[in-house]
Each structure stands twice: as C-alpha cells, then as structure tokens.
C-alpha cells in the first residue's frame, strides 16, 4: 500500500491543506512530521472553514486517523484547543488522533524568549510568528527540551520543569534582560497533560504497524521547502525540516517504506515575512494578486508577499524531495490575468546562475529571467474535470510540466473541497486507485 509524502515546494502556504483533505478521503492515515501551530492549513466544505494548526487535515475525514509525529513541537493549550474546536463541530478525534510520546513540548517561556530575541535583532529580525516553535527546536537540539512522555509522568515532570526554567530564566536575563514568568505553570500543564493523556502513544510503532498491516499512508510536511532549516533561504526559514526526507526523522519510518513524493505549487509564488524574494511584483500589482487570491495567512492574518512563478525554485524542490507529482493550486486566480510571467532562470550580477544561492546576500544581485506566456481571461473556478479548463490554462499547466519534467497530478481551480480535479493516467492517480482498492 502506497506511503506517499506530500511537500510545499515553495515557501509555505502553497495550499497542502486542501490537498491533504483531498487524498485523506482515500488513505487510512495522515501523519505529520515536523513544524508546529504556526502552519495553518485550511479546508472549506459544506460551507464551512476549518483551520487547523497541529492536527493533519485527514481528520476531517469520517473514519480516518490523524497522527502528530516526533519531529513535530507540540503546545499543548494549542492543541486543547484544536480538537475542542472539532468537538463544537461535531468533529471527535476519540480513537483517531494519535500524538508522539516523543514530541516536543512549547512552553510559554518559549514564546517570552522568541519575541525577545526578535525584537532584539531590531531592522534584521526574521518575521517569526512568536509562538515558541524556534526555542523549542533549539531546546531539543541542546537535550535540555521536554517531551510529552516527560509531561505525562506527573511524578517527574514538575522537578524537570523547574530545573528547565531555571536554566531558561538565566538565559534570558543574561542575553535579553528580561526575567520569565513561571506563576502556575506545573499545575497548568499537569492539567492540560490529563486531558491529552488518551492520545498520545508510540507512533512509530503505530504507522509501520499500519504499513504492515498494509494500510495507506500520507506523510504530511508542514511549511515549504524553501524553508527547510538545512536546504532553505537560510537564515529567513522555520527551525525544522520541511523537506520529503523530514518524513523519515520525523516519524520514524525507513525510507524503503515511501513510495512517492507530491509536491504542492500555487499558479503562482508568496512569501510571508522577511528574507529574498527573487520574483516579488511590485506593490500594485502584488496588491491586486493578494486580493484576488486572498493572500493572507491562516494563523497570523498577515499579508503575503506575491510574485510570479519561480520555476529556478520548483527545479531545486524536486531535486532536493524528489517530487513525482506536482500540484497546482490557485489556478483560478491569473482568471483575470491577460499575460503571465514566468521565471525560468536567474542571473547572477549578469552572469547565469545554474544553482540555488546558499547565502541569502548572493539574492540581493539576482535577476529573474522570464517568459511571457498569454493569459486565459475566462472562468476556471471551481471546474471539476480538466476538458473544461481554457486552452491558455492547459498550456500554463504543461508549460510548468515540461520545463519541471515532472507530471501535473492535480489541478486546483478554488478553495472548495470540490474544486479540484486528477487528470487520469498520472502518477497519482495510480496511487489514488491503488489506495481505494484495497
């Protein structure tokens, strides 16, 4: 049975949710391996939005398990909060949300320490969403992080906790000033431990049992690849992997067992925060694709930055995940478009450029060398099947398939469930089938 892995190939915010929502129907599981409740994703059906943070988007699905893996960070008031959420939509994840014992903890001095050091870093600062997700992710690298079996064990926890703190205070005083707030944190998070306690498990053994029980499986990144804390726009990317190969570390399954990589596109490129941006429009026009395709995040509201497609970008996220099938999403909104610029290579202070910048100064003397290709100026919103789609649109499609010379295994024409279609005789439609057969 198919474990198929499904990435942003950009930088985030390419619309995985939606494309989760839309396998999950045929796969058993939905795990996801790394990141934490600042990725968003959103899914609208029956007239209703979701947005969930920590939980895979699977969930939605009647039936089918949803699993937070180790590499993930996990507040738990956060994630209290998600599946009461659920529950006040007649959503319970009883017996079908399963989260690692060996997941992280974010604690509020996390997020104390994360707005400090940004405020600290002053016209450099990263443009972090300040829940915690970085500081946590350094506290497990130093060994000094506290897992969700540590929370669970009320007999050892509150001795770890302070010891923790302890060590953190200091930290922050030395480096930013400020003394941390730790007024009923044990017996907070004692509670929110108890109410989290039915969930959490071994899920490594949980997934390779299901894959050997042969049981389908999709391995859900959260953010893009562009970042990826190793192969991103380093410094300006999140603190963990994004990448196909994060699904490995992150839920402890052999790279034997994945048989696949879906990357996710928009028509497209947005960026949220600081850091380079080779194909950013200028402000008007960037404004007036913001509106269009209602570019603004799921969890922090804030507006994202808009610019042409960047197939120099899209090249290095197969390379680098090893995509199979690609994803577009948001076709529907170049609909008004009457010509669209694509990037297909860049210019390294005039010289062309055959690699992926590592240092970000090197983007400040880029140049973007693009295609002009005509627009459609008609409807494709909420199309269902490909026969409908404007000969300009399928050409844009094909346009991206053969300069990636990777297959377009899905289409999306708006942000309805429904909206979406597989073409037939792709890569994903095979694991579609295989997927449902069984």
């Known amino acids: 049975m198919p474990a198929i892995v499904i990435v942003g190939a950009q930088w985030g915010d390419e619309g995985k949710g939606k494309v989760v929502d839309y396998l999950a129907a045929s ?16 899914v609208i059906f029956d007239g209703h939005r979701f947005v969930l943070q920590l939980i895979p988007c699977g969930i939605l699905r009647p039936g089918k398990r949803a699993v937070i893996g180790a590499g993930v960070v996990v507040d738990p008031a956060a994630l209290v909060a998600e599946v009461d959420t659920l529950a006040q939509a007649g959503i319970d994840v009883t017996g ?9 903890v974010i604690f509020p001095y996390h997020r104390q320490i994360e707005k400090a050091a940004e405020a600290a870093r002053g016209a450099a600062k990263i443009g972090t969403t300040s829940r915690g997700i970085g500081p946590s992710y350094e506290d497990k690298m130093a060994r000094r992080g506290l897992r969700m079996c540590d929370l669970l064990d009320s007999a ?22 400020q003394s941390l707030d730790s007024a009923g944190l044990a017996s907070q998070y004692a509670a929110l431990a108890e109410r989290l306690r039915a969930y959490v498990t071994d899920t490594a053994v949980l997934l390779n049992a299901a894959l050997d029980e042969g049981r389908s499986v999709l391995l859900e990144a959260a953010q893009g690849t562009m970042l990826d804390i190793d192969h991103g726009t380093y410094p300006y990317v999140t603190s963990s992997s994004c990448t196909a190969g994060g699904a490995c570390t992150g839920l402890g399954i052999a790279p034997q067992r994945i048989d696949g990589v879906v990357g996710v596109t928009k028509a497209y490129t947005t960026r949220v925060g600081s850091g380079p941006f080779p194909t950013e429009m200028p402000d008007l026009e960037a404004k007036e694709l913001r509106d269009r395709g209602k570019e603004y995040g799921a969890v922090t509201g804030r507006p994202r930055r808009c610019g042409w497609l960047d197939l120099v970008m899209l090249r290095y996220a197969v390379m680098i995940n090893g995509i199979n099938s690609l994803v577009v999403t948001k076709l529907d909104v170049f609909d008004t478009q009457p010509e669209i610029q694509v990037c297909t290579g860049y210019r390294y202070k005039g010289t062309p450029l055959r690699e992926m910048p590592a240092q970000v100064e090197m983007f400040e003397h880029i140049t973007p060398e693009y295609k002009t290709l005509r627009g459609w100026c008609a409807p494709t919103s909420s199309l269902h099947e490909g026969q409908g789609l404007p000969a300009a649109a399928s050409d844009y499609l094909k346009f991206i398939s053969d300069q990636l010379q990777v297959e377009i295994g899905m289409i999306s024409t708006g942000p309805e469930r429904d909206a979406t279609f597989v073409p037939p005789g792709t890569q994903l439609a095979a694991w579609l089938a295989e997927a449902v057969r069984h």
């Open 27 to 42: 796969f058993d599981y939905s795990a996801r391996y790394g990141g934490g409740h600042n990725a968003g994703h959103t």
């Open 96 to 104: 079908r949300l399963f989260v690692s014992n060996r997941a992280h």
């Open 156 to 177: 050892t926890f509150p001795a770890k906790l302070a010891e923790t703190f302890k060590e953190k205070d200091a930290i922050s005083r030395g480096a930013f000033g």
